[in-house]
């Protein structure tokens, strides 16, 4: 009798091919289902030393894989995704198990378990991190949903995960659409981190005047420190590239408009949502969509005056630039992981916050050394509500917190716009402010429109006669 394969892929594009690769790397018996014939050719080719093949057929392809069928979908989030399953269900038994590994929005995957949940179906959606080389080599994977069907992909999922000290990035995240959310959130700390990274070399070039072999050398040694990240990485890598086509450095060619797939949106969409501020994330996501006006800026920039403004001591500003960053990339993952406290009781997904923490630190795009300070910090305190809470980060944020405030007030004189570098300081100020000054907005409220308010002295809630009627 024909041997059956233990998991199949529906979508072999770069990610799809790659996890396939890796997981036959490591023993499993795969195949894949694409219908277009250069992507089976380029998984056969690819996958030759372990005589990988794949199908045009959605029949012959279902039909070569063992029961329970393992599913994995690695297609374009959105309606792609509820038509695949649509041709999948005819074909399948109940107790098969399906998997949605793309960008898909948590409201999304929550209707697609509640519909295939009740068909007999095993679903869940699970976020995976780490482009194109982590999925061959090793990604961060973010499960959650299906908790039986977890249970049939532990081990490959495991097996084929970004290890850590020796532990698998990988952890069942939680019920519901509890995956995709954790993806999501990541998304946006990513979305924040690279634009806090962009600021500061807007800030080393009209700032500070640096070409970019010495921003290039900036990054290098930060990335040697307590900033060392992924992100940091591949950006000092970037000011070391040469364009082919000029022989001058390609990041000097590229046009400044920023392109993006809306995971950063969702997540500012549903912080509104739950009412629980992210702003640097926000920011992100704003500057984003701001760049796109291209023609409006140079229109503008002609209009106004530029200001200059000359850095004095410059060997003094870039470790307070170090230190800012720092500061503020602190910011971006507390704010993402208030986020997802929020969203935890919210929608009952029951996270585990250290955990969280736990399979970020390899495979992923926002890895980094700092994400062993927050898995400690979980670890120690797992109800911790905000990261700011815990003494260990509340100690280096007071370290270098004049660090920020220098960058932050020479950036404003510049006349530079650091709208995530700003969000983070003022985050940090409104957080620890005891009393804000929330207390007239209320009253305004109550004024013009008897919205009520409540006081300081006494239970319930009031209305003013601010403006009574003469008669």
Not at 155 to 173: F, M, Q, R, T
Not at 366 to 381: C, G, T
């Amino acid at each position: 009798m024909e041997s059956k394969f233990t998991l199949g892929m529906i979508g072999l594009g770069t990610m799809g091919r790659n996890l396939l690769l890796n997981m036959a790397d490591k023993g499993f018996a795969v195949t894949g289902y694409d219908k277009d014939p250069k992507m089976i050719q380029k998984l056969k080719e690819d996958g030759a030393k372990h005589n990988l093949t794949a199908y045009s057929s959605l029949e012959d392809f279902i039909g070569s894989l063992e029961l329970p069928r393992r599913i994995m979908l690695l297609v374009p989030a959105g309606p792609i995704v509820d038509s695949v399953i649509l041709e999948l269900l005819p074909l399948l038994d109940k107790g098969d198990i399906i998997i949605d590994s793309g960008n898909s929005h948590f409201t999304d995957t929550s209707k697609r378990a509640a519909e295939l949940s009740g068909q007999g179906m095993h679903f869940f959606g699970m976020g995976i991190s780490g482009g194109e080389e982590g999925a061959r080599f090793g990604p961060s994977i973010m499960p959650g949903g299906d908790k039986t069907a977890y249970g049939e992909m532990k081990e490959i999922l495991e097996a084929v995960s970004a290890k850590v000290n020796g532990d698998p990035c990988v952890a069942y995240i939680g019920p519901g659409a509890s995956g995709h959310f954790v993806k999501m959130v990541h998304n946006g700390i990513e979305y924040a981190m690279m634009q806090l990274l962009a600021e500061a070399y807007d800030i080393m070039k009209n700032a500070l005047e640096y070409s970019n072999e010495q921003i290039h050398d900036v990054f290098e040694q930060w990335n040697n420190g307590r900033l060392q990240s992924f992100l940091l990485e591949v950006t000092k890598d970037i000011f070391a590239f040469k364009d082919e086509k000029t022989g001058g450095y390609l990041v000097d060619y590229i046009k400044d408009e920023a392109k993006s797939k809306g995971t950063g949106k969702w997540t500012s969409q549903v912080s509104m949502d739950l009412q629980l501020p992210i702003p640097s994330i926000n920011e992100a996501v704003s500057t984003r969509d701001l760049s796109k006006f291209k023609s409006l800026r140079t229109a503008l920039a002609k209009t106004y005056t530029q200001d200059k403004y000359t850095v004095g001591d410059k060997d003094k500003f870039i470790v307070e630039l170090e230190q800012a960053l720092y500061f503020a990339v602190i910011s971006s993952y507390a704010q993402g992981l208030h986020l997802l406290w929020q969203a935890s009781i919210t929608y009952e997904y029951e996270l585990n916050l250290h955990e969280i923490a736990q399979i970020w630190r390899g495979g992923c795009i926002i890895r980094a050394e700092f994400l062993e300070d927050i898995y400690q910090a979980y670890k120690k305190q797992p109800d911790l509500e905000h990261l700011y809470a815990d003494a260990g980060i509340a100690k280096k944020l007071e370290e270098i917190l004049p660090g920020m405030r220098s960058v932050v007030s020479h950036t404003v004189l510049t006349g530079l716009a650091v709208p995530a570098f700003a969000s983070a300081l003022t985050y940090f100020d409104s957080l620890k402010t005891e009393r804000m000054p929330s207390n007239l907005i209320q009253a305004q409220r109550d004024f013009f429109g008897a919205h009520q308010f409540e006081r300081t002295d006494a239970e319930g809630t009031f209305h003013a006669l601010w403006n009574p009627v003469k008669s």
